[in-house]
């Protein structure tokens, strides 16, 4: 079964530097979610859309913005990275803004990005 | 607002012991709640997940949890640890409908000993 894409899956910057990180749903989810884990943190809420819409906020930094295609893939652009930024950023996907039905969201394998 | 509180950042058992791992949960309406396990440097699997449904929920790799409402607790349990499963560990709660997000706990880093 066709899973959540994030792309890359490893990205190395430099402080001041910009970063775009992609994510594809899977097929027929209208929903996706950032978050963020950093080194041995819980994984952190950032931003989420529906139907190309923002539907939830976290705790994104102003330096970030992201948004969410015709063909629901979704990309997380970062500027002016900073040491701070480097994390384990992850995509994920449902059915509806709640979850669906099963109120499941469903994980890709995650970019690391490495801010030096 | 709603939030999970996992007990115990590191918890150790030997292969063929009771693994415990705990989650009590807040939340203003009934909840749904999850456990996550993430192997190092791989993503987050879904293990089970309580929806409103049967408070005995069982999920993959023998691992199963009980909703308890008066003890807002989602425990994570499996009979007998096996070497594998050592792994963090996430609970998370969110609310059914609306715009929720998932909100995780802090994590349990299940240790196994041989």
């Known amino acids: 079964a066709a899973g959540v894409i994030q792309s890359p899956r490893h990205l190395i910057k430099e402080k001041r530097e910009t970063a775009t990180l992609k994510c594809y749903p899977i097929p027929r989810h209208d929903t996706v979610y950032w978050y963020q884990q950093g080194p041995g943190q819980d994984p952190q809420f950032l931003i989420s859309f529906y139907e190309k819409m923002q539907s939830d906020k976290g705790s994104i930094p102003d330096r970030f913005s992201a948004q969410q295609f015709s063909d629901y893939h979704s990309e997380l652009n970062m500027s002016s990275l900073e040491l701070g930024d480097s994390a384990l950023y992850f995509c994920?996907?449902?059915?509806?803004?709640?979850?669906?039905?099963?109120?499941?969201?469903?994980f890709g394998e995650g970019s690391r990005l490495t801010v030096l | 607002a709603q939030s999970v509180t996992q007990l115990g950042s590191h918890v150790s058992v030997s292969e063929g012991a009771l693994v415990l791992l705990r989650c009590n949960y807040s939340?203003?309406?009934?909840?749904?709640l999850f456990w996550y396990v993430q192997y190092p440097n791989q993503g987050l699997q879904l293990l089970l997940k309580y929806t409103s449904a049967a408070t005995l929920v069982k999920g993959i790799n023998g691992f199963e949890a009980e909703f308890k409402k008066s003890e807002t607790s989602f425990h994570l349990t499996k009979p007998s640890a096996h070497m594998s499963d050592a792994a963090e560990y996430f609970c998370?709660?969110?609310?059914?409908?609306?715009?929720?997000?998932?909100?995780f706990g802090k994590g349990t880093m299940l240790l196994v000993s041989p």
């Open positions: 998370a709660v969110s609310d059914p409908g609306g715009y929720s997000t998932l909100t």
């Open positions: 994920a996907s449902s059915s509806s803004p709640s979850g669906g039905a099963s109120g499941e969201l469903f």
């Open positions: 939340s203003s309406v009934p909840p749904y």
